[in-house]
């Protein structure tokens, strides 16, 4: 057996599948998790692999990039993949997960794995030896500044981000919503929540002017383009939602025949079909505000909310710039960066 051990931080997606990825190959891994000890502003459960967001993974076909990347990581073994096919629940062409159980099969791969030791806590330290940072783009405070100081004067950088909320099943009025997919493509997964004119320009309106958490240090200049606030995407002008989240092309309500004015998309949370969340609906407004403008979508007019929205500075590295062709810091090679720290798309 290979001697060697590796410490790596964060058993996040990347920290799971660097620890599997190394034990498989016979090298001794121990892996630091802080939670539950200390939790992240969007991490709420003990488990490993845990989904902040969308329980998406995105496309699943072989026609694009993204699907043609699963498969290869399929082949070379993943662990993530392999529980994610696991615990799959229907979502169009898209591979999508019960976030619950895809932690749980993580987790209890990890923990069962004989290479792998987990310690529990928070590291403040870069340690000694081989290591891989994979503390993700909400890496503790402490930690942030020791990866700082590996990258004296050359900037360290961030960005805002927001996770969507979540509803239960049952508290959503389906007279007022129904089941399908866009242009009838693969299976009705998706629940979509129509909207009048009338009723989308209130509600669009209220969305403007809704209230807004602090977040310190945040404008609205700095957020991420691809998982925008909703309320931010809507003050950019009365129709953007309708060209973007709300896009009702492709979802006529079969009340009518026709395409409403406005529809929200629901997607599937869980494997049970209980939990659903508001697609594209990430958001950074206080939760009573949540409630009290989301309420206008005649769906959700009694929805009640398991997660609100929520919002958070990112952390990330200009890698081109600070790290070599295998991520490692140019200079300190026995330090390697892994997942979204590295400043790759999630
Ligand atoms: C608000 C928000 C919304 C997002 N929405 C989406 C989305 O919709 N779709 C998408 O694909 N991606 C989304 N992402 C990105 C998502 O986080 C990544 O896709 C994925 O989780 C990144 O995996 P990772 O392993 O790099 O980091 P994480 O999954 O974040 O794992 C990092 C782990 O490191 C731990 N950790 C942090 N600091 C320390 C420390 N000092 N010591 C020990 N442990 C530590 C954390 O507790 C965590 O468990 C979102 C991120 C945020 C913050």
Known sequence: MNTKNV?????GLAGCEAAWQLAQRGIGVTLHEMKPHKMTPAHHSAGFAELVCSNSLRSDQLENAVGLLKEELRRCGSLILRCADQTRVEAGGALAVD?????????????EHPLITVVE??????PQ??????????????LSEEIAKLFPNTGYLNFYDAAAP?????????DHAWFASRYDRGTADYINCAMSQEEYLAFWRELCQAEEAPVHGFEDGRVFEGCMPVEVMAR????????????????????????????VQL??????GTLYNIVGFQTHLKWGEQKRVFSMIPALAHAEYVRYGVMHRNTYLDSPRLLDAYYRVRGQERICFAGQISGVEG
């Open 7 to 11: 410490t790596i931080i964060g058993a």
């Open 129 to 142: 030896g081989e290591v891989i940072i994979a503390s993700g783009p909400l890496t503790s405070e402490g």
């Open 267 to 272: 997607r599937r949370d869980n494997a049970q």
């Open 236 to 263: 950019r002008g009365e129709q953007t939602l309708c060209f973007g989240p709300l896009k009702p092309k492709g979802l006529p309500d079969p009340k009518t025949g026709k395409e409403p004015y406005a529809v």
């Open 166 to 174: 979540i509803v239960t099943f049952e508290s959503v009025d389906m």
């Open 121 to 126: 806590g928070e590291v403040t330290e870069i």
């Open 99 to 111: 976030r619950e159980a895809f932690s749980q099969a993580v987790t209890q791969a990890v923990r």
